[in-house]
């Protein structure tokens, strides 16, 4: 495992434009220095990789005349970038430079000369100087990924020196300028290529950047780049969309919905539909049980209608729920219907009323691993009556029994489902570590090391 350290800033913010950005991410001068280390390393031994096709020609030599020769099986033995750098360009991209480099190969040679004489032998081929440059934009691929394309890339291998050994190396010698200049040719023309290869290495690794982070079977979240990053001289933002995918369940429909910026959140409560909650949905410890019985002791129509009935509710978010984050608090504001059903003998569902309600709760939120969760606890609660299936009744009768009904059962499976969490923007293998949490004005700020398996 590789440790990584660079700090993710995630601002959650309500939209205004559909262009605008529901997470922040910024790379830190640690995660610039770790990114170098891994691109200078990965081009290094993309560059080891350097294959030199075996060379061969006729020469005329002094005083022998005609001298046919042919170099082969050259293999790499040493490559260093002792000045590498990865640069970034303000406004522009990274800048990448490779200076005073050195490679050394090691080959065999073969002559033929005079008709009849041959012989063979090694060499060793010395490069230095060797210069790269290149310039690296950074782009957003269809998917909304983060992409590096090379746009400039330039190589220069400054001198070569051979050595040749056995035989008639001497003969080599005598035009080994001409050799020189065939094998800095052959090597330069690989280079940028080769850095393009590692540029593509990396763009596969940011391929594995979930722009679609599965949340459960019924809901994802979309992480995609709305605008090009923006670069300064110390730090990279990257500017991502939240969009998540859910479905809401509600009298046996499966309503496809999307939701933008602090949505992220609130989605989670968009989506919990408590189905029909009956009385063993509550903890034994309460004292509620729900029941036409004791609803009917608060409207007694209720009881003389449908005398020993159990009774189910069913609970809705109405509209998208609110998140207003103040230092160290998030609340959220959220508006909800409970429809009360008795359940006949049969299991049919007869409708009692509907209450509207507007309630507010505190959330706790905190990193688990790779994924952002909470907890919620109630601030304030109201009800109207909205429609009544069983004659007109004082809806504040039935305050407190729902108010318990919120607290033991509403909530807890809220909690339930906030505590799994919902995936935070990774690429690839990925822990976080050491992380923080902050809540601002505005947003909330997650410092965090990341570390690659």
Not at 240 to 245: E, G, P, S
Request: with cysteine; net charge positive.
């Amino acid at each position: 495992m590789s440790p990584c350290c660079w700090l993710a800033l995630l601002a959650l913010v309500s939209p205004t434009l559909a262009t605008n950005p529901g997470v922040k991410l910024k790379l830190t001068e640690k995660a610039i220095e770790y990114g170098k280390q891994i691109g200078i390393a990965t081009l290094q031994q993309k560059l080891k990789t350097i294959q030199i096709p075996d060379i061969a020609g006729t020469e005329k030599v002094s005083p022998i005349g005609k001298v046919k020769y042919s170099l082969t099986e050259m293999k790499i033995v040493n490559l260093g970038l002792p000045k590498s750098d990865l640069t970034l360009v303000p406004g522009t991209g990274i800048s990448l430079s490779i200076t005073n480099a050195f490679i050394n190969l090691h080959g065999n040679w073969r002559v033929r000369y005079l008709h009849v004489i041959k012989d063979s032998g090694s060499f060793d081929l010395a490069v230095s100087g060797l210069t790269v440059t290149d310039s690296l934009s950074i782009l957003s691929d269809e998917t909304g990924r983060p992409t590096v394309r090379g746009v400039n890339c330039e190589a220069i291998v400054g001198s070569a020196s051979v050595k040749f050994h056995g035989g008639a190396s001497w003969l080599y010698n005598l035009f080994s300028s001409f050799i020189d200049k065939a094998l800095r040719s052959a090597m330069q023309k690989q280079i940028c290529p080769l850095v393009a290869d590692a540029i593509n290495d990396m763009n596969q690794h940011l391929k594995t950047l979930n722009v679609l982070a599965k949340v459960d079977n019924h809901a994802e979240i979309e992480y995609s780049m709305v605008t090009p990053p923006s670069i300064s001289k110390s730090s990279i933002d990257l500017n991502l969309k939240v969009r998540v995918q859910i479905g809401l369940y509600g009298a046996g429909d499966d309503l496809p919905h999307e939701l933008n910026g602090d949505a992220y959140l609130s989605a989670i409560l968009m989506r919990v539909n408590l189905g029909h909650t009956r009385t063993d949905n509550i903890p034994p410890s309460s004292p509620i049980r729900l029941n036409t019985r004791t609803l009917g002791t608060f409207v007694p129509e209720i009881s003389k209608r449908f005398p020993g009935l159990m009774v189910e509710l069913l609970v809705q978010t109405v509209k998208e729920p609110t998140i207003s984050f103040q230092p160290n608090n998030v609340t959220v504001q959220a508006s909800c219907t409970m429809t009360a059903y008795a359940v006949q003998t049969n299991s049919t569902l007869t409708p009692l009323f509907i209450l509207n309600m507007e309630g507010s709760v505190s959330a706790r939120l905190f990193v688990a691993g790779v994924m952002l969760a909470g907890a919620i606890t109630l601030n304030k609660f109201e009800i109207t009556l909205g429609t009544s299936y069983v004659g007109p009744f004082q809806v504040q009768s039935l305050d407190n029994i729902f108010r318990i009904v919120l607290k033991d059962v509403v909530i807890p499976q809220i909690n339930v489902r906030l505590e799994k969490g919902f995936p935070l923007p990774t690429i690839g293998k990925m822990e976080l570590i050491n992380t923080e949490l902050q809540v601002l004005k505005g947003y909330m700020l997650i410092g965090t090391d990341v570390k690659f398996t």
